[in-house]
């Protein structure tokens, strides 16, 4: 379970406070996953980020009942200077896990052979996103965090066999996935939610959240 009690969350832009969330309460049950709909420049990153524990909200809490993975494309615990193979290992024992088997995952779904052994500060951006999802999914979370905003890959294989392993994953995990485009969210979420004047309204289903969106998007 993940739960937002009253979480405020405002940024000041230099010329005006920019609301992201004011006061919002609201819960992502394990086993139902989330789409959330909102324009672009309105806090979308933002909110996945505190659901990550990677920001703070201003006000409230944020309550993580079970294991919540990165950002999907989160390089931000990665160390540019040591190799991808030295960060893997790394960070299985961060969380507990084998590092043999955090590295040879990694190794063998990135496929970007001798670069593994090399500094990250070398790679190029579609390696690193590579190795930034092959890392999230070496990791098994309750509830994965996808942001349409992340750097995304245009390797057509990697794509493949890291797809094929999500799909996989998500039968038995949840997702919370934000978005400004309802299609995004079809192949994910059970239910809905749409990011209005700094509150999040739920809905039981995609259709309903899309009815909301359309409207306010269209004024």
Same mark, same amino acid.
């Given at each position: 379970?993940?739960?937002?009690?009253?979480?405020?969350?405002?940024?000041?832009?230099?010329?005006?406070?920019?609301?992201?969330?004011?006061?919002?309460?609201?819960?992502?049950?394990?086993?139902?996953?989330?789409?959330?709909?909102?324009?672009?420049? $309105?806090?979308? $990153?933002?909110?996945?980020?505190?659901?990550?524990?990677?920001?703070?909200?201003?006000? !409230?809490?944020?309550?993580?009942?079970?294991?919540?993975?990165?950002?999907? !494309?989160?390089? !931000?615990?990665?160390?540019?200077?040591?190799?991808?193979?030295?960060?893997?290992?790394?960070?299985?024992?961060?969380?507990?896990?084998?590092?043999?088997?955090?590295?040879?995952?990694?190794?063998?779904?990135?496929?970007?052979?001798?670069?593994?052994?090399?500094?990250?500060? $070398?790679?190029?951006?579609?390696?690193?996103?590579?190795?930034?999802?092959?890392?999230?999914?070496?990791?098994?979370?309750?509830?994965?965090?996808?942001?349409?905003?992340?750097?995304?890959? $245009?390797?057509?294989?990697?794509?493949?066999?890291?797809?094929?392993?999500?799909?996989?994953?998500?039968?038995?995990?949840?997702?919370?996935?934000?978005?400004?485009?309802?299609? *995004?969210?079809?192949?994910?979420?059970?239910?809905?939610?749409?990011?209005?004047?700094?509150?999040?309204?739920?809905?039981?289903?995609?259709?309903?959240?899309?009815?909301?969106?359309?409207?306010? *998007?269209?004024?």
């Amino acid at each position: 379970m993940l739960e937002f009690a009253n979480v405020s969350k405002s940024f000041w832009t230099g010329k005006k406070r920019k609301v992201i969330l004011d006061q919002a309460s609201f819960r992502v049950e394990l086993g139902n996953s989330l789409g959330i709909l909102a324009p672009n420049g $309105t806090g979308k $990153t933002t909110i996945i980020n505190m659901m990550a524990g990677l920001e703070k909200p201003d006000e !409230g809490q944020v309550t993580r009942g079970c294991r919540i993975s990165f950002p999907l !494309g989160f390089m !931000g615990g990665v160390i540019s200077k040591h190799s991808a193979n030295e960060n893997a290992r790394y960070i299985a024992r961060l969380y507990g896990l084998d590092p043999d088997y955090v590295e040879a995952f990694c190794r063998w779904l990135c496929a970007i052979d001798e670069y593994f052994d090399m500094p990250i500060a $070398t790679y190029s951006a579609g390696m690193r996103s590579r190795f930034s999802f092959a890392l999230m999914l070496a990791l098994e979370f309750d509830i994965y965090l996808i942001d349409e905003g992340m750097p995304a890959t $245009t390797d057509v294989e990697f794509n493949r066999k890291a797809g094929e392993i999500l799909r996989k994953r998500l039968e038995t995990a949840t997702v919370v996935v934000v978005s400004h485009q309802a299609k *995004t969210l079809e192949k994910f979420c059970q239910s809905a939610a749409v990011l209005r004047n700094g509150q999040l309204h739920m809905f039981e289903t995609l259709e309903e959240a899309k009815q909301l969106y359309d409207y306010d *998007t269209a004024r």
